[in-house]
């Protein structure tokens, strides 16, 4: 008994001793623990905080970017922003795999981690002329395509259909990136660009398949099944919302329902620049053909759809309908560069189906980093 006395006293006093040890440690900096009472000395005082304590990119809500969040469509809500960041979270139109009513939220938390200099670009989007928000996602019925779309529709003509602003002797529209969705989508923001801007935009569609596929070709006979990811492209050209001869499809690979596809797609004034096309041309070679079908820079007035099935699903697997032999993600962020000089009035990344993602998100962090490269670009044409 007395044995088990003595040992304990022992282990009492070396724990003394380590705790003695650990009050006295400052290796690396780091804060003593506290031996002693708290220097609070009233309990119920308010603590003074610090006003610029660094938040880590991991933390705080989920806007693009950490953009400020803006309720763009309530009355009386400022209109002075200059690039609108938007979510469209519909998916009814997919043919294949769902899911991409997720793309919003996905994408948003993929650009958390997004720092402000683009090195390749040459600016800080997030401290130059440009005031930027994020409004948030589009609210809609998700059970009516038709009506979805009219919704989608109606909210983005009323961000672009703005009134003039301070010093302004004439609406002039906001730069608008849409966070998709499945690619029907396009066709109610192009129906906006259009009222926007009245005249047809250029469209580079950077995607794996044309999306101008005719319903009435393929038999469909519903209303409800005339509008999907399949073909909003068509109608968008027949419609008059795209510029004829100087739009094109970049990255397309997938194979076709006949051969007659193309010549469809050609007729409605659409250029094609396939996947393979890389082999032959290179990047640069890409690029500079892109540059010949625009045309000169100063007359442009280009929106950017792209899908994520572009990319290689290799690195970008969180889409509906994969198709493999993509743009790797060094070539298609160089390409999008290479259109630096263009009046981008707009784009979207459509197609982000992030339960199909791995763990990393590799595919949400592309869409965002592919977002930052355009609107580092919409920042720096808007400087000249």
């Known amino acids: 008994m ?13 724990l003394a001793s380590v705790s003695t040890a650990h009050g006295d440690y400052e290796e690396y900096g780091q804060m003593p623990i506290v031996s002693g009472p708290s220097e609070i000395t009233n309990l119920f005082e308010r603590p003074i905080l610090e006003k610029d304590t660094y938040v880590p990119s991991f933390a705080g809500i989920s806007t693009f970017a950490h953009l400020p969040y803006r309720q763009c469509w309530e009355e009386g809500s400022a209109d002075d922003y200059d690039i609108a960041v938007i979510g469209a979270p519909y998916d009814i139109g997919v043919t294949f795999r769902t899911g991409a009513r997720f793309g919003p939220s996905a994408i948003r938390e993929g650009s958390k981690r997004i720092k402000g200099y683009n090195m390749e ?38 961000l672009l259909l703005r009134p003039p602003q301070i010093g302004e002797s004439e609406s002039k529209p906001p730069r608008l990136i849409t966070l998709g969705g499945d690619h029907t989508i396009l066709l109610p923001v192009l129906r906006s660009m259009r009222a926007a801007y009245n005249k047809p935009v250029q469209v580079i569609h950077f995607d794996s398949h044309v999306d101008t596929w005719a319903p009435e070709i393929y038999n469909v006979k519903s209303q409800q099944s005339k509008y999907n990811h399949g073909n909003p492209l068509y109608h968008a050209a027949k419609e008059g919302l795209v510029a004829n001869g100087t739009s094109m499809h970049v990255g397309i690979r997938s194979s076709l329902y006949d051969e007659d596809d193309v010549a469809r797609d050609i007729a409605l004034g659409f250029n094609i620049i396939k996947a393979n096309d890389i082999f032959k041309l290179g990047v640069d070679g890409i690029v500079e053909r892109m540059h010949e079908i625009l045309g000169p820079a100063e007359d442009s007035l280009v929106y950017l759809s792209i899908d994520i099935d572009v990319i290689d699903p290799s690195m970008a697997p969180a889409t509906g309908t994969p198709e493999t032999g993509g743009f790797l993600t060094r070539e298609m962020r160089y390409i999008l560069r290479g259109l630096k000089d263009y009046n981008l009035v707009g784009m979207d990344v459509v197609e982000v189906a992030p339960a199909y993602d791995t763990q990393a998100q590799l595919t949400s ?9 355009v609107m580092s670009m919409m920042v720096k044409s808007g400087e000249q």
């Open 121 to 158: 670009v040459g600016i800080n989007p997030f401290r130059s002329w440009a005031s930027m928000v994020d409004c948030g996602d589009v609210p809609f019925e998700p059970f009516s395509s038709e009506h979805a779309m009219k919704q989608i529709e109606d909210y983005t003509k009323y």
């Open 365 to 373: 962090f592309l869409a965002a980093d592919l977002i930052y490269e």
């Open 2 to 14: 007395r044995k088990t006395i003595f040992s304990s006293l022992a282990l009492v006093g070396a």
